[in-house]
Structure formats: structure tokens, C-alpha cells
């Protein structure tokens, strides 16, 4: 079956460094998502990417879509100890199907 | 507007014992999912329902059952609860699953912390 599979499973920055998580499919995907789970709390959409080569910031944040629709990642530039929480990736192998989740990436940061 | 509620946000229960976790959502969304989420696993698909009526298996479908009369309820009931379903249970809806047209955004409820003991 789909498996999605993301990594670093953690990561530890200092606040105002930069942090990027990957997010790998085992079968091309037609769109991905990631979504934020901060400590104690539900995750939250953050962002679609559709398009095979998609790029999308949303002010710190920059995500990408890999041309081949099986890789996507998410950079923060200058971390935060607001950022702190789970980043998701979860992708649809067709459109109309139910969304699967990589296992996320924990990030923690020190001031 | 609460949007989606799920109750009860934290169980305690014994091995044996049916549970019944329930969701509902205000937004007559068609779509609705069950997820478990436990620490080294991420979120892992249990169940979900594309209407009234209409449901299917996910990734970990066992020991579990789920039901769909009407739009905005979703329930989920561990029939005979095992330890290895201690975990955190979120309910999800979305509106549609088709894109570009739509996002296809899952909107998460709040989590049911459920123990087995």
C-alpha cells in the first residue's frame, strides 16, 4: 500500500536557525499537504501543493513539490520558539481517496 | 461555532470494555475520518465515510467499527477495548476530495485521549 515517509523523526535548533523537514512517497501522489500539531493540540493545515515542481512560501515557510510528485519538503528560515510542534506531510496517491500520513518531524528550539 | 467536537476528550476504560467515541460536525461536511495517532506511528488512518451510509477501512481497521447515519456524526466503537489501542483518537472532516477545486483540507477535532487498562 501508499506508505509516506518523512524524516528527520526530530530536530533540535537553536531559535534563529533554519530547519527542513523531507517527506518521501512510495507512489506518485496527486497533491500533499502539511499540516503543524503544536504540543497538546490537533493538527493544523498549513498548505496544498498540487503542481509537479510547486513551490509556495507562506512568510518563513517554503514549500516544495518534487518534479516527479513523490518528494516534498518544508524549509523555515530563522526559526522560532513559536514553530516549535510536529510538522505532517500527508499525501493522496489519486485524487478522491483518504490522505496518508508521514510520521512527522518534531521540532523543538532553544532561545 | 464549535466546527468539530469530539467527546469524550479523555477515557479510562478496561481491557474488554466497549468504548464509543463520538465526533460531530456543524458544517455538513461529506467527508469524515478517524485517526490514531501514537508516538513513533504519526496519524494512522482507522476508518473513514464519504456520506451518509458510506464508510471504509483504513490502515488499522481491526478491533474497530464505525457507523454513519447521519452527516454530522461519526462515531467510533472499540467493541472489546485491547491495551494496544491506548491512544490518542482525531476525528476529521472535510467538505470534498476532489482538486484542484477544493483543497481537500481535513479540519481536526480537539483529540480523545483513551487509556486501556
Known amino acids: 500500500g501508499q506508505q509516506v515517509m518523512q524524516i528527520p523523526q526530530y530536530q533540535h535548533v537553536q531559535e534563529g536557525e533554519d530547519f527542513t523537514t523531507y517527506c518521501n512517497s512510495s507512489?506518485?501522489?496527486?497533491?500533499i499537504q502539511w499540516y503543524k500539531q503544536r504540543p497538546g493540540g490537533h493538527p493544523v493545515f498549513l498548505i496544498q501543493?498540487?503542481?509537479?515542481?510547486e513551490v509556495k512560501k507562506q512568510k518563513r515557510l517554503t514549500f516544495q513539490f518534487g518534479e516527479a510528485k513523490k518528494n516534498s519538503s518544508l524549509h523555515i528560515t530563522a526559526t522560532q520558539t513559536t514553530d516549535v510542534g510536529t510538522y505532517f506531510c500527508a499525501g493522496r496517491a489519486q485524487a478522491g481517496t483518504a490522505l496518508i500520513f508521514g510520521k512527522g518531524t518534531t521540532l523543538s528550539v532553544s532561545s | 461555532d464549535a466546527g468539530i467536537t469530539q467527546s469524550p476528550r479523555y477515557k479510562i476504560t478496561e481491557t474488554g470494555r466497549q468504548v464509543t467515541l463520538m465526533c460531530h460536525q456543524t458544517?455538513?461536511?461529506?467527508?469524515m475520518f478517524w485517526y490514531r495517532q501514537d508516538l513513533g506511528h504519526g496519524l494512522r488512518l482507522i476508518y473513514y465515510s464519504a456520506a451518509a451510509d458510506i464508510t471504509d477501512k483504513g490502515e488499522v481497521p481491526d478491533g474497530y467499527v464505525v457507523s454513519r447515519s447521519k452527516t454530522e456524526n461519526f462515531p467510533l466503537t472499540l467493541e472489546s477495548a485491547t491495551r494496544s489501542q491506548t491512544s490518542v483518537y482525531f476525528c476529521?472532516?472535510?467538505?470534498?476530495?476532489?482538486?484542484?477545486?477544493?483543497?481537500?483540507?481535513?479540519?481536526f477535532g480537539e483529540g480523545s485521549r483513551l487509556t486501556v487498562l
Open positions: 507512489t506518485t501522489l496527486s497533491n
Open positions: 501543493l498540487v503542481k509537479s515542481g
Open positions: 476529521a472532516s472535510t467538505d470534498r476530495l476532489i482538486i484542484p477545486a477544493n483543497t481537500g483540507e481535513l479540519f
Open positions: 458544517w455538513s461536511h461529506s467527508y
